[in-house]
Every structure is written in structure tokens, then in C-alpha cells.
């Protein structure tokens, strides 16, 4: 241990907010190696990604580091080339000590686009297109995710998931 410390190597611990993981990187100089990556799964994460990309294309957008958040999407994509379309940090506003995610720089028609997340802060410019879910911390029986794919399959139906999404604004626990 004492030898690593003098060779000058430091370790970089990360956490994503809706998908426990743990990433773990050595740094020597500028280069870097991979030397663990764990990734704990939302009950029923594989079953609701299987169902809902056959009614949608996915995007990933997440406000974290995009060497950190593309390894996720690749774990939780699994190969099934269904998150493709994947945004980062970068490409979020940095607003009130956190991020907003932008909508409008993956579909101009907000008409039929939607996001599902746990921070209200991140859709704040776009709360009549958000369907808030609740922060996942490791719940086994955790059913959120099986709740949704009846409402998303409806949505698919409708014209503008703002009609449909704006009359639920009193569940957004706001900024």
C-alpha cells in the first residue's frame, strides 16, 4: 500500500444516484486503468428496459461524468444496443449547485418526449414533460420501475404527453 502511495497512484470512487455502482480508477500520470466496476441493478431494471424499447428509443441522460455514466449505460444496455443515444454532464446547464437536463437538445418536439427521474431539479425547465420516480437505495422489493410500464404504454396512444403528464404536477416534489 505504502508503495502505491509513492508511486504517486490515487484512487477515484464514484456513485450513481438511481443505479447503485462503483467505479474505480488508478491514475499514474495521465494514464488510466480500469481495476473494478460493480453495478447494483434496480429490481426489475433489465425486464422494464426489454418492454419499454419496443414502445420507445432510449436516451440516456444523466448528469453524471460521461467516462463514468457511459460505462453504466454499457452495463445496463448489456448489449442490446437500445441506449444508444446517450447524454452526459457536459451537456447539461449547471444551475442552482446542480444540473438541468435540456430536453430540447435531444427532440424539438417536446410533444413527445418524456423523462423519468428522481431529481425534480433536473427537469425544472420541463416539469410537463417529467414523470418523477422515487431514488432507489438498494430495496430489494422495489416495484417503481413495474408501476410506470402501464402509463407508458398509454402514452404512447396520445398526441402530447404534456396533456397527459401536466396534470401531475402536484407529484413533483419541486425545487
Same mark, same amino acid.
Given at each position: ?59 440516456? !441522460?444523466?448528469?453524471? +461524468? ?9 452495463? *445496463? &444496455?448489456?448489449? @442490446? ?55 432507489? !437505495?438498494?430495496?430489494? +422489493? ?9 402509463? *407508458? &404504454?398509454?402514452? @404512447? ?19
Amino acid at each position: 500500500m505504502i508503495s502505491l502511495l509513492q508511486m504517486k497512484f490515487h484512487a477515484l470512487l464514484l456513485l450513481l444516484s438511481k443505479v447503485w455502482t462503483c467505479i474505480c480508477f488508478m491514475f499514474n500520470r495521465q494514464v488510466r486503468a480500469v481495476m473494478r466496476f460493480f453495478v447494483h441493478k434496480r429490481p426489475h431494471v433489465d425486464y422494464f428496459l426489454d418492454v419499454v424499447s419496443q414502445w420507445y428509443d432510449l436516451v440516456v !441522460f444523466t448528469a453524471s +461524468m460521461e467516462i463514468y455514466g457511459a460505462a453504466v449505460a454499457d452495463k *445496463l &444496455d448489456n448489449g @442490446r444496443n437500445i441506449l444508444r443515444r446517450r447524454y452526459y454532464r457536459q451537456h447539461c446547464t449547471p444551475d442552482y449547485g446542480s444540473y438541468t437536463k435540456d430536453l430540447s437538445a435531444i427532440c424539438s418536439d417536446l410533444n413527445r418526449i418524456f423523462i423519468i427521474d428522481n431529481s425534480p431539479g433536473a427537469y425544472r425547465c420541463f416539469p410537463n414533460n417529467a414523470i418523477p420516480i422515487k431514488s432507489w !437505495f438498494s430495496d430489494p +422489493m422495489d416495484t417503481a420501475l413495474l408501476s410506470l410500464l402501464p402509463m *407508458l &404504454d398509454a402514452l @404512447r396512444f396520445t398526441n402530447d404527453v404534456r396533456s397527459v403528464l401536466s396534470r401531475n404536477l402536484h407529484l413533483h416534489r419541486l425545487w
